[in-house]
C-alpha cells in the first residue's frame, strides 16, 4: 500500500473553501485514492474516492493530477459541522483490499 | 445495509484485568472484519483483520488477541491488560460487493485502563 503525507491539521471560517492536500508518490497503477471523514467518538465515514482528474458528489470534490503522485479533497463552503478529522487512503482498486490502513488524518478545525 | 453492533460503549479496566470486547455484523455474509484502535489525539491504527471464520491477522505485535467464532462476529481479547492498551477501538467490516462504499464502522468503545 502507498504511503500518504498529508498536513496534520488546518483552520478554517465557516463558509470558505477548504483544500486538504495528500501526497503520495508511491501510488501504483491499479491504486485509488479514498478520503474519509471522522468525527470525534466516531468511526471514519466515506466521503470520496478517485483514480484520475475530477470527481464530484454531493459533498465534496477530488482532484487528481496527471501524475497522481498528490490529490486534493475539496470542501466547498464548510460549516461548524466540517470540523472532523480527514484522511487520505491509497490503495488497491480491486475491492478485495484486505485492510485499510490509516495514517495520521488531517485535522480541520472550522471556526464561526 | 450493514450494521455494527459493538459494546460496551465505554470502559473502565483496571491494569492486569482481562478484556473482552464484542462485535457482531447484520446485513451482510462472509465480509472482512478488523479492529482499530485510536489513542487519544492519534490517527487509527490496525490491530487485526479476519478474511473468514477462524482466519486472524495481526498487524501489531501486543498482548491483545483476536478470536472469529462465527461469520459475522469478531472479538478483541485481553488476558491481562496495561495502561498503554487505554484507547478507543473501532470494529470494522467490509463488504466486498459494495465497492468503496462497503467499508462500515462501529460506534466504538472507549476502554480506559487504570
Known amino acids: 500500500l502507498a504511503k500518504t503525507t498529508q498536513p496534520i491539521s488546518m483552520d478554517s471560517y465557516e463558509g470558505q473553501e477548504v483544500n486538504i492536500t495528500c501526497s503520495h508518490n508511491?501510488?501504483?497503477?491499479?491504486?485509488?485514492i479514498t478520503w474519509y471523514q471522522q468525527f470525534p467518538s466516531q468511526g471514519p465515514r466515506f466521503i470520496i474516492q478517485?483514480?484520475?482528474t475530477k470527481v464530484t458528489n454531493e459533498v465534496a470534490s477530488l482532484f487528481i493530477p496527471a501524475d497522481r503522485k498528490s490529490s486534493t479533497l475539496s470542501l466547498p463552503r464548510v460549516s461548524l459541522s466540517d470540523t472532523a478529522v480527514y484522511y487520505c487512503?491509497?490503495?488497491?482498486?480491486?475491492?478485495?483490499?484486505?485492510?485499510?490502513?490509516f495514517g495520521t488524518g488531517t485535522r480541520l478545525q472550522v471556526f464561526p | 445495509s450493514q450494521t455494527i453492533h459493538q459494546w460496551p460503549a465505554t470502559l473502565v479496566q483496571p491494569v492486569g484485568s482481562p478484556l473482552s470486547l464484542e462485535c457482531t455484523v447484520e446485513?451482510?455474509?462472509?465480509?472482512?472484519l478488523y479492529w482499530y484502535r485510536q489513542a487519544a489525539g492519534r490517527g487509527l491504527q490496525l490491530l487485526f483483520y479476519?478474511?473468514?471464520?477462524?482466519?486472524i491477522s495481526s498487524e501489531v505485535p501486543q498482548n491483545l488477541s483476536a478470536s472469529r467464532p462465527q461469520d459475522r462476529q469478531f472479538i478483541l481479547s485481553s488476558k491481562k491488560l496495561l495502561l498503554s492498551d487505554s484507547g478507543f477501538y473501532l470494529c470494522?467490516?467490509?463488504?466486498?460487493?459494495?465497492?468503496?462504499?462497503?467499508?462500515?464502522f462501529g460506534s466504538g468503545t472507549r476502554l480506559t485502563v487504570v
Open positions: 487512503l491509497v490503495g488497491d482498486g480491486s475491492y478485495n483490499t484486505d485492510k485499510l490502513i
Open positions: 508511491n501510488i501504483a497503477t491499479n491504486d485509488y
Open positions: 478517485g483514480y484520475k
Open positions: 446485513g451482510t455474509s462472509n465480509p472482512n
Open positions: 479476519s478474511v473468514g471464520i477462524g482466519q
Open positions: 470494522a467490516c467490509y463488504d466486498r460487493d459494495r465497492g468503496p462504499y462497503g467499508y462500515t
